[in-house]
């Protein structure tokens, strides 16, 4: 593994004891069984913060404790999605913290604690994670509730939260004794309000009561900011006048709209992401695709593209593990090793894949009663049921789908992904896969959709079909990261061109691109009917050599170590 001496020793001194990066993100996936995250931001700040571990990062990262989750998803017979709480058991995987520390929400003082939990990276370095919870005896029973769930609440509730996680987390910090933190990364703009915590750090430390210029950079030399989102309805607003109520008199809401206000703004709005844009030296999209976008978006910022990437350790099922510990020495400690997935043998990735998809095909049996078969192609699709994902495009022509499948031998298609509890056309889309099955099974095609798509469930999933399929509308797709997990895997991708993929797509060698001409639907079953079926079908030693190639060049480069590496040079050092 390589080690930033220069940043993670002071001067040729011992190993710092001291954090000097906090790592914000409203959603952390830490693991299986603590639910502390809804989908794709969480996966990235989870792998994220395992790879700084990994690196020996003097990095520490604050969040919300959720302790009910975000939803567990339970399907009726007819497909139709209802919503349960989803708790897990807090002492048994985190450390209860003594420190406490107080914010003021609309007038009334709300008491915040923390836990805590270490994530130990491949070499025994540790990052510690602080889950922040307002469950304590002094706060009102609306207050002590403020932690509980992800991502649900209206505009109060949620603006509430984000100062929980914003200002409640500096101070926290404060208290734990981190005091010599010189970066603060905002995954998402949830935690934007720490920028305010940190001006008003400045003006006591300058005995000032007035935000100026020279203050306003220091807290930019500070602040990172990392935005997901490529469409303007997903940053946070909320209205001034409920920002002024719940916040308080803050010199920013009187003397400096422009911190978190368009240029140009008719409507008195806080715009979370204009304050952390503002509030930041250093700005990224996640993706090349999704940060021009970015720029289009906020045409006023300087915004640079720092493509996502994933844990490789974390999201490689077992037989591949052993593979590779045969194959590529060091995989675990250098991600860019993974390259050396050339030198596999045929027959020995070809055995390790089919290990991983028995064990998806008994998984499908014990949950759902259908049984899947080894032998016959199959697809998967695994992601929030919403609208520019587009779930249903592989069956708009379904003549043409069932004529693939006849020709395949047959088709098995594995779905999975939960709709957001407010999102009735996502549930809808659902339902209707779901009622596809009996129609398709006759003319040789199995569906099934899996439950409460989660962690666990990504880790079979992504290694254990042999292509993954995303359909989403560009450019909706700010990255995407299952598809780089199944590539880690040897499973290539069936993708449109969008986010992560543009550049990752090498036609026919790391997996193929849906091609917007002509239409995506008609591309993907060209896609599937002259591509991938025959080499799978008749040309397997072809289809392998793509499962080779999206290990080497794609598992290499699109991963967290690569991702770290470039927010150092480029965020953290300056």
Aim: with cysteine.
């Amino acid at each position: 593994m390589l080690e930033l001496t220069g940043f993670v020793r002071e001067g040729r001194g011992e190993m710092m004891t001291k954090r000097k990066i906090a790592y914000f993100s409203m959603e952390i996936a830490l693991d299986a069984g603590i639910q502390t995250y809804a989908g794709g931001l969480g996966i990235l700040a989870g792998d994220t913060l395992r790879a700084g571990a990994d690196m020996k990062l003097p990095v520490c990262a604050v969040t919300l404790l959720h302790r009910k989750g975000y939803f567990r998803q339970r399907l009726d017979d007819s497909g139709w999605q209802f919503e349960e709480e989803d708790p897990w058991e807090i002492e048994k995987y985190l450390t209860p913290m003594e420190s406490r520390v107080k914010i003021t929400l609309h007038g009334r003082e709300v008491w915040v604690r923390s836990w805590q939990y270490e994530i130990e990276g491949v070499t025994g370095a540790s990052i510690p994670v602080y889950l922040l919870d307002t469950d304590v005896e002094e706060n009102s029973e609306w207050d002590r509730h403020l932690t509980d769930r992800l991502y649900l609440g209206d505009f109060y509730f949620r603006i509430c939260q984000e100062a929980v996680l914003g200002l409640g987390g500096v101070r926290m910090l404060r208290a734990l004794g981190h005091d010599e933190l010189t970066r603060y990364h905002m995954n998402e703009g949830h935690s934007a309000f720490l920028g305010l915590e940190l001006l008003d750090e400045e003006m006591i430390r300058r005995g000032m009561s007035k935000i100026d210029d020279e203050m306003l950079q220091a807290v930019r030399r500070k602040c990172v900011f990392t935005t997901h989102t490529p469409v303007p309805a997903g940053h946070d607003q909320f209205p001034l006048e409920m920002a002024r109520e719940v916040l308080g008199h803050h010199e920013a809401f009187f003397k400096r709209r422009d911190l978190f206000e368009p240029v140009k703004c008719a409507a008195d709005c806080l715009n979370m992401t204009y304050l952390a844009l503002n509030l930041s030296h250093y700005v990224n999209g996640v993706a090349k695709s999704h940060a021009e976008v970015s720029r289009l978006m906020f045409a006023d910022h300087e915004i640079d593209s720092i493509t996502n990437g994933v844990h490789a350790r974390t999201w490689v099922c077992p037989s591949m593990q052993s593979l590779f510990e045969r194959w590529i020495p060091g995989w675990k400690l250098d991600s860019f090793n993974m390259r050396s997935a050339l030198n596999i043998p045929d027959e020995d990735l070809w055995r390790a894949h089919q290990a991983a998809k028995g064990d998806l095909c008994n998984y499908i049996e014990k949950e759902r009663g259908e049984r899947f078969s080894l032998d016959v192609l199959t697809l998967g699709f695994a992601r929030r049921a919403t609208s520019y994902k587009r779930p249903k495009l592989l069956f708009e022509n379904k003549e043409w789908l069932f004529e693939i499948a006849r020709k395949a031998g047959g088709l098995q298609l594995v779905f999975a992904g939960k709709a957001h509890p407010g999102d009735e056309m996502g549930k809808f889309f659902i339902q209707d896969i779901v009622r596809m099955r009996d129609e398709f099974r006759e003319r040789g095609i199995k569906i099934v959709y899996l439950e409460n798509y989660d962690m666990a469930l990504a880790q079979k999933l992504v290694s254990g079909v042999d292509v993954w399929l995303n359909t989403p509308l560009p450019p909706m797709e700010a990255s995407g990261t299952s598809g780089m997990k199944a590539a880690l895997n040897g499973v290539p991708s069936l993708s449109v061109l969008d986010g992560w993929w543009i550049e990752g797509r090498i036609e026919g060698v790391t997996g193929w691109g849906i091609e917007s001409e002509g239409g995506d639907a008609r591309s993907l079953y060209e896609k599937l009917e002259r591509e991938i079926v025959p080499r799978y079908c008749e040309r397997r030693g072809e289809f392998i050599s793509v499962m080779r190639h999206a290990i080497a060049l794609n598992g290499s480069f699109f991963n967290t170590q690569r991702m770290l590496l470039q927010y150092l040079e480029r965020a953290y050092f300056l």
